[in-house]
């Protein structure tokens, strides 16, 4: 027999498994729900790829769409001149996904990437090791680093633009322009107080990123940024240097803690220097201290000295209780008003109102100030800006110290008189002194350039007539026989005055001084203004004259001769008066302290409270 006629001969159904008998429904059963499973999995498809697709493109979109943020250029910041005082320059920050960071990463590249970044690789596993989505590895690198790191081209190891501010005159005008933070958000001076200003609007860019952070389609319209605007200042970077250079000299000569020096043009009120001194380099802030950040010239307040007669004068002067001619009895050097022992450096004698200012007599300007009522001079010190923060939108100003002068004893309005009682920033004196170099206007004082085709005014504090003859006696300062020889300006008439106040320190007086100098220049009708102060000078003089006096010199010299003010004396130093009253003479020349017809003082005591032996 053929095989094949052997396989047809083979009966299936006579095996016993294979002769079992389904019911047929449950054979249409089967069927049906697989016909159902086919209809489901239809319906579902349908559902996704129509009705429902919004709902499933959102949910993908939530874990691959991603808002990219496109920063703005942070406007510059110039001086007056437009020369450049703060930048941005584009950097870039490299940042990493961790989880697709390989875990074998060779340790060749992680060292070459270290070196590079200037981090060890124990930093830098640790970085790459986190538990996140997204970490920054390194902030502000160089571009030229930044493309050395992308062709190391490590897997989940990318980069983004951004900024990073430069500084280009450095410690210079460190403490005006102050800094910004890794996120480019200012954190000092005009950086901080202009934020909002600066900063302009970052742009949006939204886009589908896969798995690996790479983007694959963009999804709306880019919002582009909108960048910061510039900030004009009224500094000129010229006389910046000059006054910076001269106060650190200063202050490293006499062996200060500190000093701070301003320079105002007195038409506009522009600042066109502030400068302070230890200062600090803010595009290397790595040793930076809370200390160097202090911009003293308007943080630090103090008792301003003898810097404030010539304010006790101009009030006395312009409520006729004195004249220049006015001769006011000193004595021998001491004086007690209400039990208080009030002090000059030596017997001066009789000494005319300008006398007082240039032998700088506290019982001579004792004595005026009790010509006036405590209100009027409170008044006075209110309406030149003492106690009271300068609103100059800088932030940090000090506001200083004003007793309300209801609460003013006698011996108080004689200290006050002479710079004791009340204190003040540097600032705000070279504010009040433009009182008296623009004939009695106080200027609106700011670090911004104004338009100069309007006119800059400014309330009327003292008449014309008075801040005149004020002037004349602050040139007599500088002048052989005044207290500030050493701050006479070769080839210019110029005219201050000195301040040596004793520091309050705890509940007294300590023997550590603050010398001081504000003088303007050139007389008779000055340009600008300069305030120079030195904190706790312990080598050689501790006076302001001697100390400031020769800072406020040089400054104001190479200032005029930067703004193209020619010379207007002879470079020999004259005498401009006597600081004595002369003996009354017939027929005889009269100077500033002329005898006929002078009146004199006599001022009674009755208390007592002692401010200290001062100057």
């Given at each position: 027999?053929?095989?094949?006629?052997?396989?047809?001969?083979?009966?299936?159904?006579?095996?016993?498994?294979?002769?079992?008998?389904?019911?047929?429904?449950?054979?249409?059963?089967?069927?049906?729900?697989?016909?159902?499973?086919?209809?489901?999995?239809?319906?579902?498809?349908?559902?996704?790829?129509?009705?429902?697709?919004?709902?499933?493109?959102?949910?993908?979109?939530?874990?691959?769409?991603?808002?990219?943020?496109?920063?703005?250029?942070?406007?510059?910041?110039?001086?007056?001149?437009?020369?450049?005082?703060?930048?941005?320059?584009?950097?870039?920050?490299?940042?990493?996904?961790?989880?697709?960071?390989?875990?074998?990463?060779?340790?060749?590249?992680?060292?070459?990437?270290?070196?590079?970044?200037?981090?060890?690789?124990?930093?830098?596993?640790?970085?790459?090791?986190?538990?996140?989505?997204?970490?920054?590895?390194?902030?502000?690198?160089?571009?030229?680093?930044?493309?050395?790191?992308?062709?190391?081209?490590?897997?989940?190891?990318?980069?983004?633009?951004?900024?990073?501010?430069?500084?280009?005159?450095?410690?210079?005008?460190?403490?005006?322009?102050?800094?910004?933070?890794?996120?480019?958000?200012?954190?000092?001076?005009?950086?901080?107080?202009?934020?909002?200003?600066?900063?302009?609007?970052?742009?949006?860019?939204?886009?589908?990123?896969?798995?690996?952070?790479?983007?694959?389609?963009?999804?709306?319209?880019?919002?582009?940024?909108?960048?910061?605007?510039?900030?004009?200042?009224?500094?000129?970077?010229?006389?910046?240097?000059?006054?910076?250079?001269?106060?650190?000299?200063?202050?490293?000569?006499?062996?200060?803690?500190?000093?701070?020096?301003?320079?105002?043009?007195?038409?506009?009120?522009?600042?066109?220097?502030?400068?302070?001194?230890?200062?600090?380099?803010?595009?290397?802030?790595?040793?930076?201290?809370?200390?160097?950040?202090?911009?003293?010239?308007?943080?630090?307040?103090?008792?301003?000295?003898?810097?404030?007669?010539?304010?006790?004068?101009?009030?006395?002067?312009?409520?006729?209780?004195?004249?220049?001619?006015?001769?006011?009895?000193?004595?021998?050097?001491?004086?007690?008003?209400?039990?208080?022992?009030?002090?000059?450096?030596?017997?001066?004698?009789?000494?005319?109102?300008?006398?007082?200012?240039?032998?700088?007599?506290?019982?001579?300007?004792?004595?005026?100030?009790?010509?006036?009522?405590?209100?009027?001079?409170?008044?006075?010190?209110?309406?030149?800006?003492?106690?009271?923060?300068?609103?100059?939108?800088?932030?940090?100003?000090?506001?200083?110290?004003?007793?309300?002068?209801?609460?003013?004893?006698?011996?108080?309005?004689?200290?006050?008189?002479?710079g004791y009682g009340l204190s003040a920033s540097l600032f705000q004196l070279a504010r009040a002194y433009t009182a008296i170099a623009h004939d009695g206007e106080l200027m609106p004082v700011t670090i911004f350039k104004t338009d100069t085709a309007q006119p800059v005014t400014?309330?009327?504090?003292?008449?014309?007539?008075?801040?005149?003859?004020?002037?004349?006696?602050?040139?007599?300062?500088?002048?052989?026989?005044?207290?500030?020889?050493?701050?006479?300006?070769?080839?210019?008439?110029?005219?201050?005055?000195?301040?040596?106040?004793?520091?309050?320190?705890?509940?007294?007086?300590?023997?550590?001084?603050?010398?001081?100098?504000?003088?303007?220049?050139?007389?008779?009708?000055?340009?600008?203004?300069?305030?120079?102060?030195?904190?706790?000078?312990?080598?050689?003089?501790?006076?302001?004259?001697?100390?400031?006096g020769p800072v406020f010199s040089t400054i104001a010299g190479d200032a005029l001769r930067a703004l193209n003010v020619p010379p207007n004396m002879p470079v020999k130093q004259l005498v401009v008066s006597d600081d004595t009253a002369p003996a009354p003479a017939a027929g005889?020349?009269?100077?500033?302290?002329?005898?006929?017809?002078?009146?004199?003082?006599?001022?009674?005591?009755?208390?007592?409270?002692?401010?200290?032996?001062?100057?």
């Amino acid at each position: 027999m053929k095989p094949s006629q052997k396989r047809q001969n083979v009966k299936f159904a006579s095996s016993p498994v294979l002769s079992v008998h389904l019911p047929m429904w449950r054979s249409k059963l089967v069927v049906f729900l697989l016909f159902m499973a086919f209809v489901a999995l239809a319906a579902r498809a349908f559902w996704i790829q129509g009705p429902g697709n919004g709902f499933y493109q959102k949910q993908g979109e939530s874990r691959y769409q991603r808002t990219i943020e496109l920063p703005a250029t942070r406007g510059k910041i110039l001086d007056r001149n437009g020369l450049v005082l703060a930048t941005s320059l584009p950097v870039r920050a490299i940042w990493a996904i961790p989880d697709a960071v390989p875990d074998d990463l060779g340790a060749d590249k992680v060292n070459r990437l270290g070196t590079l970044l200037g981090m060890t690789q124990k930093e830098l596993r640790a970085k790459l090791s986190e538990d996140k989505g997204f970490v920054y590895v390194k902030r502000q690198v160089p571009t030229d680093i930044a493309d050395k790191v992308a062709a190391l081209d490590i897997p989940g190891v990318y980069q983004r633009n951004e900024y990073k501010r430069f500084y280009p005159e450095g410690e210079i005008t460190a403490h005006l322009i102050g800094f910004t933070n890794v996120e480019d958000e200012g954190q000092e001076g005009v950086e901080l107080g202009d934020q909002k200003l600066l900063s302009g609007t970052s742009g949006v860019r939204r886009v589908i990123k896969d798995r690996l952070g790479h983007i694959v389609e963009d999804v709306a319209e880019q919002l582009p940024p909108h960048n910061g605007t510039d900030v004009d200042l009224s500094i000129d970077s010229k006389i910046q240097y000059i006054a910076y250079a001269n106060l650190k000299s200063a202050v490293e000569k006499f062996k200060a803690k500190a000093g701070a020096a301003m320079v105002v043009d007195v038409r506009t009120g522009e600042v066109l220097a502030l400068v302070n001194y230890p200062t600090y380099n803010p595009n290397d802030r790595s040793h930076l201290t809370g200390e160097q950040l202090r911009n003293r010239i308007l943080t630090d307040v103090f008792e301003p000295g003898s810097i404030m007669k010539p304010f006790t004068v101009s009030l006395a002067l312009d409520l006729h209780r004195v004249t220049p001619n006015t001769l006011v009895e000193t004595g021998g050097g001491r004086f007690v008003l209400d039990g208080a022992p009030i002090t000059d450096d030596a017997g001066f004698g009789t000494l005319t109102v300008g006398g007082v200012i240039q032998k700088s007599s506290n019982i001579g300007a004792t004595k005026i100030a009790m010509t006036m009522k405590p209100e009027e001079m409170w008044n006075m010190y209110t309406s030149i800006g003492l106690g009271q923060a300068p609103k100059v939108g800088f932030p940090g100003a000090a506001a200083g110290r004003l007793r309300p002068w209801k609460n003013w004893r006698r011996i108080e309005q004689a200290t006050m008189s002479y710079g004791y009682g009340l204190s003040a920033s540097l600032f705000q004196l070279a504010r009040a002194y433009t009182a008296i170099a623009h004939d009695g206007e106080l200027m609106p004082v700011t670090i911004f350039k104004t338009d100069t085709a309007q006119p800059v005014t400014g309330p009327q504090i003292f008449a014309p007539s008075t801040a005149r003859q004020v002037r004349a006696m602050l040139e007599t300062v500088v002048a052989p026989g005044g207290t500030s020889p050493d701050a006479a300006v070769p080839g210019y008439r110029v005219g201050g005055k000195s301040g040596t106040a004793y520091k309050h320190e705890g509940h007294g007086y300590t023997r550590k001084y603050r010398a001081s100098f504000v003088g303007m220049a050139p007389m008779p009708n000055p340009r600008i203004v300069v305030a120079v102060s030195v904190d706790e000078p312990t080598a050689g003089s501790h006076f302001g004259g001697q100390v400031s006096g020769p800072v406020f010199s040089t400054i104001a010299g190479d200032a005029l001769r930067a703004l193209n003010v020619p010379p207007n004396m002879p470079v020999k130093q004259l005498v401009v008066s006597d600081d004595t009253a002369p003996a009354p003479a017939a027929g005889g020349p009269q100077k500033l302290a002329a005898g006929a017809g002078a009146k004199h003082m006599i001022v009674s005591s009755t208390t007592r409270n002692s401010p200290g032996v001062i100057r």
